[in-house]
């Protein structure tokens, strides 16, 4: 089984930057899309940002737009969250996820089939 885990959570201040990163292992498989999604104390599940590994094509929610980059290093098998220009919404736990089929919904968290545990980034004001 594929297994997705997630690093580089922890504290930041507002206006400062932290990197997620997403490595995967076990058995090889071809992935359509990985993405990230975030979940606060209190709110639904959120799309952050997602990539399509044929195109590399890049999908980011509304409101990471312009602050967070994902990106990925196809040796290491692992993708990154570059988050800038934190804010104290930006606080709750973060969740790596993959396709292994080809999805139309990048947005859409039930069309990912496997998913890390989860890193909590906590942004102070």
């Known amino acids: 089984q594929v297994q997705l885990v997630e690093s580089g959570g922890g504290l930041g201040q507002a206006g400062g930057s932290l990197r997620l990163s997403c490595a995967a292992s076990g058995r090889p498989f071809s992935s359509y899309a990985m993405g990230w999604f975030r979940q606060a104390p209190g709110k639904e599940r959120e799309f952050v940002a997602s990539?399509?590994?044929?195109?590399?094509?890049?999908y980011y929610g509304d409101s990471v737009k312009g602050r967070f980059t994902m990106s990925r290093d196809n040796a290491k098998n692992t993708v990154y969250l570059q988050m800038n220009s934190l804010e104290p919404e930006d606080t709750a736990v973060y969740y790596c996820?993959?396709?292994?089929?080809?999805?139309?919904?990048?947005?859409?968290?039930?069309?990912?089939?496997?998913w890390g545990q989860g890193t909590q980034v906590t942004v102070s004001s």
């Open positions: 996820a993959a396709a292994k089929q080809f999805i139309m919904r990048m947005a859409v968290a039930a069309g990912y089939d496997y």
């Open positions: 990539i399509r590994w044929s195109s590399g094509n890049t």
